[in-house]
């Protein structure tokens, strides 16, 4: 699923100077006279990014486990959101990683892919909640915010819940019982828009702290989508990287950093927009400007990109010129 339209910035809080430095300076005194644990992270902002400056973030310690598998730079890859991929003795394209839907892929999809030597990344959305899921109904309303932009369906969802992250935490065991070798959870920036749930950047970094801690038990690899506010907190955390429209949106230098960790970007762009595209492009590719804005963002050396329909189906194009179609079961799924 694509990025949502991140929120407006609100201009920053116009405060009395005096009376706050006097109040802050209070506070601070008493709690190191006192020793009082007050949570206080000086240069950390705990609101979210509505101040209008980047948060100073400390990178959280790496778990203590290997995991048996980590995708590397330039790993070549396909990701098919809107139905499950058909896979018989081969598959098209003949790439190292697959990302697919977590609820509509059978086990033995994920069997066939690793028969062929093939990774599977599982998808599944962390941060909302689709009332087209088979667990839809173990939500409770105190979970539920506001309705995401454009999706239809789907709500922004308390990540400080206990019931939500127990969700979340079947849903990893699912994906390991279907043989994932990964997972990709989506929409863990609630902070960057009108959640309805008082979402901050802190919440988004303990969210994924818990899933670290979910996955890594586990043996599945963990992936950072989109997110790039909290990408220095989390980066020791996570194995790779889902970007959407970083080129688009002149983001990518964002996630650099996962490069330099020698961790992998999945870089995704649409460079047809929202609608279908058509016919010719499906089979002749986008032009080469397009391509060039693409595929060589300011930014985006070593990414791992592809060029894709909104709709995340089997038609991909990749930087090199390639366009490739994979078959899909559209009997399964299409609620993208």
Not at 111 to 128: D, E, M, R
Not at 140 to 147: E, I, R, S, T
Not at 250 to 258: A, G, H, I, M, S
Not at 309 to 331: F, Q, R
Request: proline share 6%; with cysteine; aromatic share 8%.
């Amino acid at each position: 699923m694509s990025d949502k339209p991140p929120a407006k910035r609100s201009p920053p809080c116009r405060r009395k100077i005096i009376v706050g430095s006097i109040v802050l300076l209070v506070v601070i005194a008493l709690a190191l006279s006192l020793g009082l644990g007050l949570g206080l992270t000086l240069g950390r902002d705990d609101g979210g990014d509505g101040d209008g400056e980047e948060p100073t973030l400390s990178p959280l310690p790496s778990p203590n486990n290997t995991l048996s598998w980590v995708p590397k730079v330039n790993d070549t890859w396909q990701i098919i959101l809107s139905h499950p991929p058909l896979v018989s003795d081969s598959v098209t394209p003949d790439v190292s990683i697959f990302d697919i839907d977590l609820f509509d892929s059978p086990a033995s999809t994920i069997a066939q892919l690793h028969k062929l030597g093939k990774k599977v990344i599982c998808y599944f959305s962390a941060g909302s909640y689709e009332n087209w899921r088979p667990d839809a109904k173990d939500f409770k309303n105190d979970d539920l915010g506001n309705n995401l932009d454009d999706w239809p369906g789907e709500k922004w969802i308390n990540l400080n819940s206990k019931n939500v992250r127990e969700i979340m935490k079947k849903r990893v065991e699912m994906a390991k019982q279907k043989g994932c070798d990964g997972v990709d959870p989506d929409n863990v920036d609630g902070y960057e828009n009108d959640n309805g749930v008082g979402l901050t950047i802190n919440d988004s970094i303990e969210y994924i702290r818990y899933l670290s801690m979910v996955t890594s038990p586990l043996n599945l690899t963990l992936g950072l989508k989109n997110a790039k506010g909290i990408i220095s907190a989390v980066l020791p955390l996570v194995s790779f990287s889902v970007n959407e429209q970083c080129a688009q949106y002149n983001e990518c230098n964002d996630f650099q950093p996962f490069i330099a960790a020698g961790k992998p970007v999945f870089h995704i762009e649409y460079p047809g927009g929202e609608g279908d595209i058509s016919q010719q492009i499906q089979t002749y590719g986008f032009g080469e400007d397009t391509k060039k804005k693409t595929c060589t963002s300011e930014g985006s050396n070593g990414f791992s990109t592809v060029l894709k329909k909104m709709n995340l189906d089997g038609w991909v194009e990749y930087c090199n010129g390639g366009i490739e179609a994979t078959s899909v079961d559209e009997a399964t799924g299409g609620h993208d």
